[in-house]
């Protein structure tokens, strides 16, 4: 089946901290891969997206490179603020496309 | 202008009772979609509908019944509630039911069930 793997959270950093939230799927066939974010209070909202093996999806500062061969879309910033705090989702399409599978998501508070 | 909205934000209702959730959209978005997040953030599919018809409706009890008058409207109606039911139901929409990236989501309704 079709599925997501995100690293356990909470993830609490100091300010201008590297991040690096992993992220592993199955799938079958050829996904695409997003991150997205859920501040406070607030609807999610897609951060970045890749669409096929070797892309690089970046925004904000956050990058995410798809790598088939590991079948990992791991979400990096080289330097937090307190306002990338958030839950940040790892989310899958498969290519018939009519469903989204998320992970478990993974809570991050950066601290000043 | 909010793209999608959802009334009530906050629910607060005693077991055994009947709520309805709204959902709007005005993006003339194609499809429709709610979703239930637990206390531990994890995010589940429950039912989408395309230009107001059903197309995905995942194990969800009886008790909650979709209903979109119009492919701007989906609203969430749940019967006899229960504890488990407390949690943030968010409503999303895309353009089209095949998917090519981006799923608009509202800010969520919080419902309490005491």
């Known amino acids: 089946g079709n599925s997501v793997t995100q690293m356990e959270g909470p993830v609490t950093l100091s300010e201008e901290a590297f991040l690096t939230i992993n992220c592993t799927y199955t799938?079958?066939?050829?996904?695409?891969l997003f991150w997205y974010v859920q501040y406070p209070g607030e609807g999610l909202q897609l951060l970045l997206k890749a669409t096929k093996a070797d892309d690089k999806g970046s925004n904000k500062g956050f990058e995410a490179t798809y790598r088939k061969e590991t079948t990992s879309f791991h979400l990096e910033k080289g330097s937090v603020q307190v306002s990338d705090s958030a839950v940040y989702f790892c989310a899958l399409i498969t290519n018939t496309g009519n469903q989204f599978y998320f992970g478990t998501g993974t809570s991050l508070t950066v601290i000043p | 202008d909010t793209a999608v909205s959802q009334t009530p934000k906050y629910l607060v209702t005693q077991m055994g009772n009947d709520k309805s959730i709204k959902c709007e959209q005005n993006?003339?978005?194609?499809?429709m979609y709610w979703y239930k997040q637990d206390s531990k953030k994890f995010l589940k599919i429950m039912f989408s509908?395309?230009?107001?018809?059903?197309?995905i409706n995942e194990t969800v009890p009886n008790r909650f019944s979709p209903k979109s008058p119009d492919k701007a409207h989906l609203n969430l109606h749940i019967n006899s509630l229960e504890l488990g039911d407390s949690a943030v139901y968010f409503c999303?929409?895309?353009?089209?039911?095949?998917?090519?990236?981006?799923?608009?989501f509202g800010e969520g309704s919080r419902l309490t069930v005491l």
């Open positions: 509908y395309n230009n107001k018809e059903l197309i």
């Open positions: 993006l003339g978005h194609d499809t």
């Open positions: 799938a079958t066939g050829y996904p695409s």
């Open positions: 999303a929409s895309s353009q089209t039911q095949i998917l090519t990236g981006e799923l608009f």
